[in-house]
């Protein structure tokens, strides 16, 4: 295999040595191109600059200048960076000042490190990461995928600074800008990851929170819900408790606690359950829930103060406490959250799904899994249920489904 020829400088090097004036645009350029390939970047920085000051109005040469001063001063390791990151920053400004975003151009690749040197470092400057992001320009970044040679494919780079830029934004708490960074991002024609998209979306909803538009934060936390683990019930119950819709937070409460069932896992929802039966002064299950926290933690080792009168379940272990406090939660339902009566005018039993009769509007949609206790569903029932908003993903827009459903009788008149 033959070697490649290294260019011979030295005719280069007298006629600089004479008059750097003297160069054109062609030679300047190849001067300290070959002297940067050669891996000689010292002396292309050296040339390069005094490029600049002897002969000004050459500009070809600028990228592989702006090339040597990365692979000494850029293109190093973090650890290196840290011992003298002022010089890092001054010659990434330098860079940036003198060339261009452009395809051949060391412009985008000195961002880039920063970005990651900005990224490894703990905790995160968010401010920082912002102010790199906003040197270049997201419009012409590349949109493709990037594929290793395993043929794994990643995010494309402008993908990559929306997500970053996103991220960044809602952290230094520029939710303005953070929202409209998200609505540009949901409108590009990328190839979104997963996972990306969703954040997107997620930061989106969090900031249209901060900016005080709970509706529509609502219905973006909705369409997650399911989908993102990041968006749980937590995240509802939360926007729904500061927003003062009490009805619809406890209403999402008492469901959550119903299809979660028993385990210890869920101590969060028993506290809520909890902080719920203390602000509606129910002594029953103000008590319930205490015994079942206590008894949780001390099954698990761990003791905790109780305000409430909890001796009675004194001989009970948590399970059995949980079953009465369910019954007795399910029982009373009225006293927490607002309760509807309808009639059941439709069932399919081989799907399991249902709708009830609602004057004036279109009919409630149920599920058989939604009905407190393990009944068959007959058409003219009579029910009790409550209202949950909901999000239905083939018309993609928020609705409402009925929960937390009870039989109460059979309506022989229709």
Not at 259 to 275: A, F, P
Request: proline fraction near 2%; charged fraction near 30%.
């Amino acid at each position: 295999m033959e070697k490649n020829n290294v260019k011979d400088l030295s005719v280069y090097r007298r006629r600089f040595e004479n008059d750097p004036s003297s160069f054109n645009e062609f030679q300047a350029m190849d001067f300290v191109k070959e002297l940067k390939n050669q891996g000689l970047n010292d002396e292309a920085i050296e040339v390069g600059r005094t490029f600049m000051q002897a002969a000004p109005a050459l500009s070809r040469y600028i990228n592989h200048y702006g090339y040597a001063l990365y692979n000494k001063f850029i293109k190093i390791d973090d650890s290196q960076i840290k011992e003298k990151e002022n010089l890092f920053y001054s010659i990434l400004d330098e860079i940036v000042d003198l060339c261009a975003q452009e395809k051949y151009s060391p412009y985008e690749a000195t961002i880039n490190k920063a970005i990651k040197y900005v990224l490894n470092k703990k905790p995160i400057d968010w401010q920082k990461l912002s102010d790199l992001l906003d040197k270049l320009n997201p419009l012409t970044l590349d949109d493709s995928p990037f594929v290793n040679p395993d043929g794994k494919e990643f995010e494309s780079k402008k993908e990559k600074w929306y997500r970053l830029k996103v991220r960044a934004t809602y952290e230094i708490k520029d939710y303005a800008a953070c929202l409209e960074n998200c609505n540009i991002a949901l409108t590009l024609n990328l190839k979104w990851h997963y996972s990306n998209l969703n954040w997107i979306k997620y930061y989106r909803a969090s900031a249209l929170v901060e900016l005080e538009r709970y509706e529509e934060a609502q219905n973006e936390f909705l369409a997650l819900r399911g989908r993102f683990n990041q968006v749980n019930f937590d995240t509802i119950y939360k926007l729904y408790l500061n927003t003062e819709a009490k009805n619809d937070a406890y209403t999402n409460l008492i469901y959550e606690f119903f299809i979660s069932g028993y385990d210890k896992e869920n101590m969060n929802i028993y506290q809520y359950v909890l902080d719920m039966a203390k602000e509606k002064d129910v002594e029953m299950i103000i008590k319930l829930t205490s015994a079942l926290i206590y008894k949780l933690n001390a099954e698990n080792g761990k003791e905790v103060e109780v305000e409430a009168d909890i001796s009675q379940y004194e001989n009970d272990d948590s399970s059995k406490v949980y079953d009465v406090l369910y019954n007795q939660l399910m029982e009373h339902l009225d006293l927490f959250i607002e309760r509807k009566e309808s009639r059941v005018v439709y069932y399919n039993e081989e799907k399991e799904y249902g709708s009830l009769y609602v004057r004036g509007d279109d009919n409630m949609f149920f599920r058989q899994a939604d009905y407190i206790y393990d009944e068959e569903v007959q058409k003219r029932d009579v029910v009790a249920y409550s209202v949950m908003k909901t999000f239905d993903n083939k018309k993609q827009r928020t609705t409402t489904r009925a929960v937390l459903i009870k039989t109460l009788y059979e309506d022989i008149r229709y």
